[in-house]
């Protein structure tokens, strides 16, 4: 069976501009929870990723009508059925786990397949059940393959997660906005995406506060109605290209960000050297070589993202000394250090913190493991001397919209070839 694969031949300087498409991590929750809507709903400024068609495909299974044109999804609930979704898509992707949340709150009960997406290390989904129990949801887990969520009334509680979670906090609340009673989340993440839903669902007439902060309050209502939600831009896409201007750009402006979910980022570009001039919705950045070494600590947000440390760490070469990046949160995450080994690069990895020595890269055969680690491969591949055939793309698509035609228009040598 034919493969697509992605070729680039590096050493070509970058210039131009990159418009940032809507958050993959907002929508892939967002849509889920358009479950909980008994009116139309439209969502703007998606992001056109295979993650995004999936669940749209997966409210189609449920007997919703959809409309997806472009960045715009239209979703009329008002002939819904629960019935159990195919396991073969909420197996392609992680955040099917939504479904879950968005079904028990609307159904009090589903029967769902167990999710997929990135191999990344224990990912469990303790924290979602150990929440819908609290809200009186019964679990049988004797299947190896799908997961029975029942309540005869959901009722609000309050959790106290064991873990920082983003799924969890969002699954949870997605459950809480039509159980009856206040529901309080204690150690909720303070993404800006557990934001962006919060702020979808309280359009709807949910009525959630605290979002953003680690105590999130939701006052159960009896319905939910209808709206219009545009999804916040994609801070890891906006990282993304930032590591790639940083890497290899003249002058790139990356237009559509919010600058405050890029800090994190920004504070570690400039200890490397690089200029960045942020303005209001967009950022400006140049490579202007030595770079300096830097050390790197993946948190919860608002600190360093996990999802940025892969696509960092082709820049790091290009630093005059050692630097180290350390995941504290998914420590086995360093796949893309064997592939990065293949190019030429003077890495190594040992208890979950990588260690980068300065080295020419060169074009080579790569396979991407997951997502972010495809987008790693695409900064090593774009310096590299020589061509680089990225294999497995289809984990990029899952995140990276239009990625290709964007680096083109950049002036970058890429192209796709089936194999």
Not at 141 to 165: C, F, H, R
Not at 209 to 220: E, Q, W
Request: aromatic share 4%; with cysteine; proline share 5%.
């Amino acid at each position: 069976m034919a493969e697509e694969v992605i070729k680039i031949k590096g050493g070509q300087r970058l210039n131009g501009k990159v418009q940032i498409s809507g958050a993959k991590n907002s929508a892939v929750a967002i849509i889920p929870a358009t479950i909980l809507a008994e009116q139309q709903v439209t969502i703007d400024g998606l992001p056109e990723i295979l993650d995004v068609e999936t669940l749209v495909s997966l409210l189609g299974d449920l007997n919703i009508k959809t409309s997806l044109k472009g960045d715009t999804l239209e979703v009329n609930p008002k002939e819904i059925e629960n019935v159990q979704l195919p396991n073969n898509k909420v197996e392609s992707l992680r955040a099917s786990y939504y479904m879950m949340g968005a079904m028990l709150g609307r159904f009090k009960k589903c029967v769902i397949g167990l999710p997929g997406g990135c191999p990344l290390g224990p990912r469990p989904i303790d924290q979602h059940i150990k929440g819908f129990k609290a809200l009186g949801a019964k679990i049988d887990e004797s299947s190896t393959s799908s997961m029975k969520i029942e309540a005869e009334e959901l009722k609000g509680a309050n959790i106290y997660l064991d873990v920082v979670s983003v799924g969890a906090t969002i699954n949870i609340m997605l459950a809480a906005v039509r159980a009856q009673g206040q529901t309080v989340i204690e150690n909720a993440a303070k993404e800006p995406e557990v934001v962006d839903v919060a702020n979808f669902l309280n359009s709807l007439g949910a009525k959630v506060s605290g979002a953003g902060t680690s105590s999130l309050k939701i006052t159960g209502v009896p319905e939910l109605g209808g709206s219009r939600h545009s999804v916040i831009p994609d801070r890891i896409e906006a990282g993304t290209y930032m590591c790639i201007a940083a890497a290899c750009g003249d002058n790139i402006e990356l237009n559509n960000i919010i600058a405050k979910h890029i800090d994190p980022l920004t504070v570690k570009l400039r200890e490397l050297g690089i200029d960045v001039d942020i303005d209001e919705d967009s950022v400006r950045i140049s490579s202007s070589e030595p770079y300096q070494s830097v050390h790197i600590k993946t948190l919860v947000y608002p600190g360093f993202a996990t999802d940025l440390q892969q696509p960092i760490t082709p820049l790091l070469f290009l630093a005059e000394g050692p630097s180290f990046v350390k995941d504290t949160i998914y420590p086995k995450r360093f796949k893309h250090v064997d592939e990065l080994r293949k190019m030429g690069a003077d890495i190594s990895v040992d208890q979950g913190t990588a260690t980068i020595k300065p080295s020419k890269l060169k074009g080579a055969e790569v396979y991407a493991s997951d997502l972010r680690a495809g987008a790693c491969l695409i900064v090593a591949a774009l310096l590299a001397e020589g061509v680089t055939t990225i294999h497995n793309v289809r984990h990029i698509y899952r995140g990276y919209s239009g990625i290709v035609e964007k680096l083109r228009e950049l002036g970058a040598d890429v192209w796709t070839e089936e194999v």
